[in-house]
């Protein structure tokens, strides 16, 4: 259909000229198809209806050449399959909130609106998780959540129309993520609709996943790869007090260096937003929030928790904001209060957009000590370009979002505009940032992927796509474009024969022992001592064992980021830092593992039940593929959604898509008062009741794992090392008295030994009799409890009832039909539960992608 100039579309056509352009013939055989199985209604061929769907919040305009409304999963499937038998792009589309462009149908094609499917189909509120459709508004979500006494942390500023389709597909993030994490942190699983029309879901991202993560790499793909049909994510019980709080400086230096002196302290609030001078005055007279208008920045500041233990952090931000010289700090007294003081925070954009006729809003994230250096970035090349720029930040995770006012019909301030925004990007890179936090990259930031990321990671990026989607139908033209020519570095060889064990000493080394097993056409496995691998049945072939990889390369204290050589011990680590008052709850106390093992198979681990495991921690990483190039995915920001989110591909892939040579890792602070102790009882199933109890409390301990031990009886573990100490202690002992049973804190040693005699437990299970593993929806658990206290070929187990995963040591004779069980290994068997063709099929082209010279040992095969 013809195409006609639309105010506010850009010249894209150095982009658009390399794609083939909708053919008419094969729009109206489409047209011709959908009409058979659809209503009237849901298909929308008018021009001036068209041109609705043609933008987003960007303003930019591209009219797609057909609009359908699916009403059903049935609607879905059929409309892909359709526009994959005639070649048609396929652009998914929520409600169109997002800010990169990424809904805007650049090329033509047909725009799958599914704003019609809003049903939430299941509350669990026992496995603390929610089953809905794409089209689920995420305040209405909240609301129907509340009453239940839960709550979905991910909360954008445009909570209010934003669906929940869009956010797992934009990775979003909001006010409270500091706290709670971005949406890929709350995703268990989601069922997708892929290019083809093939419907499945997606493997759990839950702490027993076996395969790759294609739930992680979903999340913030922005449609290009599949769509989202059904999301299930995990909520939170509600914490008893909420205060918000207001701190008023006189600069936004001054602003920021409340921030560092807060986290210093150990003070991790729920939200940390900012606005400078000029945007308080704009907010201000837009919705008469009771901001200052003559401040130089303001601060608005919530803690969430135990009421006591607000209380007492109230007291010491008060403390900490005075001694940073704030003029004034109030504390909401109401709730109307503290709407009001929220209402002003999210009408930043709405009150920017009544300036002028268009608004460029940019997304920026920096290690947080950066923030206020590149907020002067950013007012500086404002000057330098003659644009007014007002700024707001989320400042707890360094997320920057500097507005821009602008006439998209005045072409030389079109051009200025596009020259600024560069500008902005080249800055945020420059000090270690990412292009984007939370909105995604589109079609607005495509062009700029080349400031963060290399020819080779872009080319991995599209090739990934490829994966998905190979004939490249969905959503095309955003996120990535692959790069025109991708050089491979190609040294020297050194060695000549294969060798039994390799153990380089840097990545340089790590390339050239990869590259000579290319050459010489053999296989290797990579360890950190090879002590995870017996878990998969052992590492068939050349090991590159990678100890001799362990340097500490980057301490950011500031930031609570930590970068690590793979081969770095990862119980050394621990005690490093906590003795900087830091931590890293999936790290162990004892053991011979290095980090880059524990994050290579996803090793669980016990201090914290509630995290989806590595994935959670884990910011970026760097690896060697099977070129023998070296990819850097991620980086040391706490938001980071430029490009797919390659980094939760690393996370369990057991080396079989490259050699993980450094890690980023998040950091935490690490109380001085923690909690250990334990509940005994003859009955399990009143000991897992126990436990799905106290999960229901946000006061919950962090670590719960449910034992039976041959010969003893069963034994719920508990363990919190973090805030609100003594009210996780008040709410254990008030179960247990209800229970009739006492529990015995004991010091932090016992869990040590706890610790230690469960890798001696596997090690036995392995040579001696079988080790087991899996999971299952934890409401489910009482099930699953039952079966293994009756089956006499199960010696011991372990149930963590915060993900429900569960392991198994039994009798050789064990069979593997327990319900939710992943893995078997010992005694000569290796089993593991396949996942579906589809997913086959794509972790075989990924792996190519990765490793095309089949250099690395496989575990599924």
């Known amino acids: 259909m013809g195409i006609k100039s639309l105010a506010g579309q850009l010249d894209r056509h150095h982009l658009t000229e390399c794609y083939p352009a909708v053919e008419e013939h094969a729009l109206q055989e489409l047209i011709h198809d959908l009409e058979r199985f659809l209503e009237p209604q849901q298909i929308i061929v008018d021009y001036d209806q068209r041109i609705a ?114 956010n797992v597909a934009e990775n979003s993030g909001g006010p409270h993520c500091v706290k709670y994490g971005v949406t890929t942190n709350h995703v268990v699983q989601l069922q997708v609709v892929l290019a083809d029309g093939t419907k499945l879901w997606t493997p759990t991202a839950r702490d027993y996943r076996t395969d790759l993560d294609f739930t992680g790499i979903l999340v913030g793909s922005e449609g290009t790869m599949a769509i989202f049909t059904e999301i299930v994510a995990a909520i939170w019980p509600q914490p008893e007090t909420i205060k918000t709080m207001l701190g008023v400086f006189s600069s936004v230096e001054q602003a920021l260096d409340t921030v560092s002196a807060l986290i210093a302290q150990q003070i991790i609030p729920a939200t ?75 009408s930043h954009y709405g009150a920017a957009a009544r300036l002028a006729p268009h608004l460029w809003i940019q997304d920026v994230t920096v290690p947080r000590p950066l923030l206020a250096a590149m907020m002067q970035d950013v007012l500086e090349i404002g000057h330098r370009y003659g644009f007014d720029i007002f700024c707001s930040a989320h400042a707890g995770d360094g997320n920057l979002h500097p507005i821009i006012t602008y006439n998209p019909a005045n ?114 496995s990579i360890g950190g001592g090879f002590q995870r691998w017996p878990v998969v049945g052992g590492a068939p072939d050349t090991h590159i064992e990678m100890t001799a990889l362990n340097q500490l390369v980057d301490f950011d204290r500031d930031n609570l980021t930590l970068e690590v050589e793979a081969g770095f011990a990862a119980a050394e680590l621990l005690a490093l830092l906590h003795q900087q008052g830091l931590d890293v709850p999936l790290l162990p106390y004892t053991g011979e593992d290095t980090v880059g093992g524990l994050v290579a198979s996803n090793a669980r681990n016990w201090r914290n039940s509630f995290l989806f495991g590595w994935r959670d921690v884990v910011l970026g990483v760097e690896w060697i593929d099977g070129r023998g190039d070296v990819l850097r995915f991620g980086r040391k920001t706490m938001k980071n959604v430029a490009g797919y989110d390659v980094t939760k591909l690393a996370i369990g892939s057991w080396g079989t898509l490259g050699a993980i040579s450094k890690v980023i890792l998040r950091l935490r602070p690490y109380p001085k008062h ?182 690395f040992s496989k575990i599924h095969e």
């Open 53 to 166: 769907f043609s933008y987003d919040a960007t303003g930019e305009r591209y009219v797609p050449d057909l609009v359908v409304f699916a009403k059903t999963d049935e609607d879905v499937e059929q409309v892909m399959r359709a526009c994959d038998k005639y070649h048609i792009y396929v652009i998914p589309r929520g409600s169109s909130s997002n800010l990169s462009g990424g809904t805007t149908p650049i090329l033509g094609g047909v725009v799958l609106t599914l704003t019609a499917q809003r049903d939430i189909l299941e509350i669990d509120t026992v496995s603390r998780e929610v089953r809905m459709k794409p089209g689920v508004v995420n305040w209405d979500l909240q609301q129907v959540l509340k009453p239940l006494g839960f709550f979905y942390p991910p909360d954008p500023a445009s909570h209010k129309i934003a669906t929940l389709g869009g």
């Open 411 to 524: 072409p030389e301030e079109l051009r200025r505009l596009k020259e600024t925004d560069r500008a902005i990007l080249q800055a945020c890179v420059a000090r270690g940032g990412a292009i984007t936090g939370e909105h995604g990259v589109g079609i607005d930031k495509l062009e700029n992927m080349d400031l963060m990321y290399g020819p080779k990671e872009r080319q991995i990026m599209a090739q990934i796509k490829r994966a998905f989607d190979p004939k490249e139908l969905l959503n095309p033209l955003k996120v990535v474009l692959a790069p025109k020519t991708v050089t491979a570095d190609r040294p020297e060889l050194t060695e000549a024969i294969p060798r039994s064990i390799w153990t380089p000493g840097s990545a340089e080394d790590l390339q050239d022992a990869i590259r000579t097993a290319i050459g010489k056409h053999f296989r290797v």
């Open 272 to 346: 940390l937003e900012l606005l400078d001078k000029k945007s308080l005055q704009l907010v201000e007279s837009f919705v008469h929030a009771g901001y200052p208008v003559e401040a130089g920045a303001v601060l608005l500041i919530e803690v969430d928790g135990p009421s006591n233990d607000v209380l007492e952090k109230v007291a010491s931000i008060q403390e900490i904001v005075q001694q940073q010289g704030a003029t004034d700090f109030r504390i909401a007294a109401t709730d109307l209060e503290a709407d009001a003081l929220w209402r002003g925070r999210r």
């Open 674 to 855: 923690r909690l250990f102790g334990y509940v005994s009882h003859s009955d399990a199933q009143a000991l897992l009741k126990m436990s799905l109890d106290l999960s229901g409390h946000y006061n919950r301990p962090e670590g719960m794992v449910l034992t039976h031990w041959r010969d003893e009886d069963p034994c719920l573990w508990l363990s919190h090392q973090a805030s609100g100490f003594h009210a996780t202690e008040s709410l254990v002992e008030t179960l247990c008295k209800k229970l009739g049973v006492h529990v015995t804190w004991v010091e932090e040693e016992r869990w040590k030994q706890w610790e230690g005699n469960r890798q001696e437990l596997i090690h036995w299970a392995l040579n001696h009799g079988i080790y087991g593993e899996g999971g299952l929806k934890v409401s489910r658990l009482d099930s699953l409890v039952q079966e293994l206290e009756g089956n006499h070929d199960v010696l011991s187990w372990i149930v963590y009832p915060g993900s429900g995963a569960f392991e198994i040591y039994g009798k050789s004779s064990f069979r593997s039909d327990v319900v939710g069980l992943q893995r078997v290994v010992g005694s000569g068997r290796y089993w593991e539960k396949p996942v579906e063709a589809a997913w086959q099929a794509i972790r075989k082209r990924l792996e190519h992608v990765f490793d095309p010279y089949e250099v």
